[in-house]
């Protein structure tokens, strides 16, 4: 099964205005990582957590992290229409060397 | 710019006719992986090679093998496309790492099977 789900599934929200995104997964992990893809092209990885961290930031971007609750979000701030893509959170899986994505949240900005 | 880079971007086969999809990397990292991924699905890993090791996902169907000829190259070998193949194929690398770090994608190739 899936290790991670995200919601909300689509946001919608007006320019200018902030997005968060949830991640939840099953099990234990050494590190999350959040991705953007745009339409029809592959993923950028955008930021990545360790289990030993709490929050993380990166220009617009803002990661929590809670391994209490296995949880993660993702909050982008002062929205522009460029943001307008999916966002996956990924865990690792077990130490290998892979991950694991959630079913995405689909951002639309609007002017 | 060092980049992961795929061919063909498009890709039509028909139904059980072998197809071949390739992805190239000059970031010489040792991990390469493929994903596949239906439309608005999360991507699914179906393989990866650490160097020249083969770690083949429990759920990957025997249809789909995987070729690394060396550190830049790896094929996607599709040996008989069923309908239910038509997807994004996409591969991404990464370098060693402890445990999974981030991952360089490449904008992927569109499978469509007639």
């Known amino acids: 099964s899936q290790q991670g789900e995200e919601d909300p599934q689509a946001l919608s929200i007006q320019e200018g205005e902030n997005a968060t995104m949830n991640c939840s997964y099953k099990?234990?992990?050494?590190?999350l990582q959040w991705y953007r893809q745009n339409s029809g092209r592959g993923l950028v990885h955008l930021i990545l957590?360790?289990?030993?961290?709490r929050e993380k930031h990166s220009g617009r971007l803002r990661v929590t992290l809670d391994t209490s609750k296995k949880s993660s979000s993702l909050l982008i701030t002062a929205s522009r229409a460029a943001d307008t893509a999916s966002y996956f959170c990924?865990?690792?899986?077990?130490?290998?060397?892979?991950?694991?994505f959630g079913q995405g949240t689909r951002l639309t900005i609007n002017p | 710019d060092a980049m992961v880079i795929q061919n063909p971007r498009y890709q039509v086969t028909q139904f059980g006719k072998p197809v071949t999809l390739s992805c190239s990397q000059t970031l010489n990292h040792n991990v390469m992986y493929w994903y596949q991924q239906k439309s608005s699905q999360a991507p699914k890993l179906l393989f990866h090679y650490y160097d020249k090791d083969f770690n083949n996902e429990a759920d990957t169907p025997d249809n789909f093998q995987s070729r690394r000829p060396n550190t830049s190259f790896c094929f996607l070998d599709i040996r008989s496309p069923g309908l239910g193949d038509a997807a994004m194929y996409l591969c991404?690398?990464?370098?060693?790492?402890?445990?999974?770090?981030?991952?360089?994608f490449g904008p992927g190739t569109r499978l469509t099977v007639t």
């Open positions: 991404a690398t990464s370098r060693a790492g402890q445990g999974a770090v981030e991952q360089y």
């Open positions: 957590i360790r289990s030993n961290e």
């Open positions: 990924a865990t690792d899986k077990g130490g290998a060397q892979k991950l694991v």
């Open positions: 099990t234990s992990i050494n590190n």
